[in-house]
């Protein structure tokens, strides 16, 4: 049971569950994009699909995309007017679900997707590539999703950077305070499903991925990480979610 | 699979369903492209106490609305039936005390749009300082300091709409809007800003796939579209971009009704109660002043688009199997 | 009559004339449509103290200017060679101090390029709050109350670079410049808010008449424009939408060079100082990874616009001599 | 030579004479688009002329154009994105010239196109159509003509609602401090071509049209009109331009 599908699979059905019919969802480049075309093939076909470049579709694309303003996206696409478009839908708060990626995440929920070290002391300071659109879509989708590989290194106690902040107090704002968002509202790592509990805004475990004892999981996580009193296992894809997967990605260009 | 949706609808449901009384109406079109098939279907209906919002608007059509009493409050730049150089009813109406106006400037109230369209709560303009606008519209304009130079500079507060009423050239029946010869003016922001969604009449109503194969010219995603509504000459009086010039004789015509607060009802019992829907509007127009008439507003068409465009996709796959590039200096 | 000009050039001419030393220059592009033969170009001619203002830039094109020294500050909200996974030379270069970077989220960073185009000092935005950019980015970003609200709200300042640099599919002579699938990303906003004007890399150069026969497909109008260069492959190793891919290959191969401090100056001799232009490293990249290379890149074509449109002209003269409508009711 | 031409030619060959040769030029419906058109056929034949409704064209629209957003100002233009892109190039100061209306201005260039009688007592005010872009025209544009009717109610001491401020201090502001804008720079009238004065920022009579005493235009002005020393006749148009001006608008829509 656990040769038979690839880490990138379990995540990209286990994340494309969360998106309903009909709804409208933010996705970037690589799994995201992999994810809601595999929402669009399976459960929810009137999903509506937006990307940072400006795309806006009723369908999947014709095939894979590599950018976020990938010809493909465009291609037979409903409508194509650049970020503008797709970024103030975001903020107009039309976006159901979105996905972030990161680099580091905190035990309260903060991203940090710009680098690693201190950044007042420059010469410590790792840059990556930088907020992107990941700021931007937590502050104003409904539900974010973030898609994370997990290590004690990039699940720590507080990220060096806040790129994006989480559902607590950051930087002296309250979210969920007037319009003031919130953050991720799930984490899919390479290891378990996350979500926050609503009181104490604290990250918890409430999945494990099959054949992951928890304790493992644990042990990638350098903060005391609390686990739901309801953990799950998080379900294996059935055949015919596998055969629908592959067929978009059918030379495995991410999932492999 | 739920099968996808089709919008399109009869112009009198998709105004009983989509408007209620009360609403803050984004009211489209500029000087041409003025949604009068849907004004019209609004007074039949008897809509009551709405809150207009538009940049410019000409050829009558608010002017209707106004004196037909649907209107309580007015966001805008300028109305006009342009061809009888007042807006009578709405002159009247407004020193009656039955409509509030809220003046900007044009580039005030596209800001506000576009604020709206944006998702933020406020955006800065250059134009209205120091004009009797900032005096007496309070609610949409104010004077702040720049926080980076902490110089003055005017904000208008951003328009959002409950439903957005516009007439386009095309749509399809998932509720895509098509629109060429400068993009709707205003129309993309007031409708991408309204809150429920759009209702549209089109000239001509296609299938996604011909929207699909040109997607730049969408300027109203089918996600924001509520009801799709087939409607030739639904502009008119006003022109349709490639479909009809202005009316001018009869927006002459309608504006010496408007000018008299006797004459009006008639007017609208004519042309509006009177006929049962749109088609039934042209058909007396063909009435009364004849197939010459619709026929004289026929525009010069030979501007078509000459350059060979291609999307293109590149399929990744190609990849497969290609080794890294390498040379000495890298091998490592 | 004067003649009309033509801003056609070679791109020599037009980076040494356009842009100088110590300018702040909108960077073209997004993931794809790199400027990357400008980049080239800048490098070339050491261009030094640039300030770059851009969203988000891929395929190592920012990495490389950086890397060669022409940059002191960066403001942005993403930078990468998405291929290697790292913007290497832009990381040892903060880390030494050499270069700044201002960092906001990609549409902070898009709604501050639309504040430059507007020609408004600043503007609102939702993301950004609660973050660190908000700390360590007091130039480009502050929260301030909603004077409408009393809500506190980011504003971020309007980014008006003096030259823009942008790779397009299409430019005529003028000076018009033609994007299609997805009208440039960011492009139009960060070439209009230009204060000097644009420096355009086309794969082909049309004639005006081509462009006029489809205006809505303009980005960047004639009268904002520089200079135009002909220049195919000049996004390369990002991709041309409609013209080819991105060369995932070299972007890696390019990548492996930027990682290191001791290659990249290799990478730069050969590809860069060492090719006199854009036509010569396309000529090297052919000697080097074969013609098969660029054979890769050929997009699928075939997404053609299906639509059949006609921007319509109707000629007033026609109401010349047409009697005034009238019935009963206004004869007076 | 008081025969041969009519009112608005005269108009319209004045004003086209304040457009220079590749300046960008912003034009509303009517008078303006004649003028410009007819600047591109004689001095200017590399203006730019920009429209409310988004036309950015090199060249004159094929034909007459009634609207602002006319589908012959997009047929054959080079640029058409709607409004924001042409009212963006003025308000970033990119505009040479621009044309407003008006039905009143008074003796310090305030120019009221909204409505004549008290404003707070709605029973007494005679609603125009609005500022329309003229208020914005004003506020960005680097010169700004008002081409307007004059009688002894339009030109007045003090007009009763303030749409576009002209050049002196109106509301608490200044103009000209910073980048607050500074208004019309020249009026031509019905009678006369006016300018204002740098110091005091009153209005002035520069030009009398041909034929017509200084006595009948100060007759036409309800405040006490200053008249320039330099004064000046307006130019007669020549037959030449006036031929060029005739096969613009060839029925006479608007010249007539």
Redesign the interface.
Known sequence: MFRNYKLHELMVVRCAKEIRDGEVVFAGVGLPLITVSFAMATHAPNMILLTEGGSIRATAPPGLAITVDDPALFCNGDAASGMLSTMAALQRGEVDVAFIGGAQIDRYGNVNSTGVGNWDEADTFTYFAGSGGANDMAASAKRVLAMMPQDPKKFVERVDYVTTPGPGKVNGFQTGKGWIPGGPTMVVSTMGVYKFDDNTREIYLAEYFPGLPVERIRANCSFDLKISPDLKQTPIPSEEELTTLRSIDPTGFYLD | ??A??NKTMALKEAVATFVNDGDTVYYGG????VPMAITHELIRQKKRGLKILN??T?AGGLDLLVGAGCVAEMH?????N?YVK??YA??RA????RVK?H??????A??AL??G????????????????????NPRDL?V?E????G???P?V?AWRADVAVIHAQ?ADW?G?V?A???????D??GC??AKRGVIVTAEEI?D????????????????KTLAVVHCPWGAHPS?C??????D???C??QG??ERSEH?LP?FLEQWVYGCEDHEAYIRKYIE??GKE?LE?????????????????????????G??????E??KA
Not at chain 2, 180 to 186: E, K, P, S, Y
């Open positions: 699979m739920a996808v949706k500029f000087q041409i492209m940049a410019s000409d805008l730049a300028w109305a006009m342009w007042a807006p709405i002159r407004f020193q009656a005390g106006r003046d900007l400037s044009n580039f005030g596209t800001s576009l604020a369209y944006l998702g933020i709560p406020f955006i800065p303009v250059r134009g209205n300082i120091g004009s009797d606008m900032i005096k007496h104010k702040m720049d926080p980076f130079s110089e003055p500079i904000v507060r095309r998932l895509n098509v060429w010869g400068t993009r709707g003016v205003t993309e922001l991408m800003a296609v996604p796939e011909a929207v699909r194969s040109d997607p730049d010219r969408t300027v109203v995603p089918y996600f022109a971009r490639g479909y009809y010039g202005v001018i004789r009869f002459q015509y010496k009704y004459l008639i009364k002043f008439g004289r507003l026929r525009p010069v068409l030979g501007f078509k688009p000459k350059m060979d465009v291609d999307y293109g996709y590149h399929d990744p796959a190609v990849w497969k290609v080794p890294q590039y390498t040379d200096n890298i």
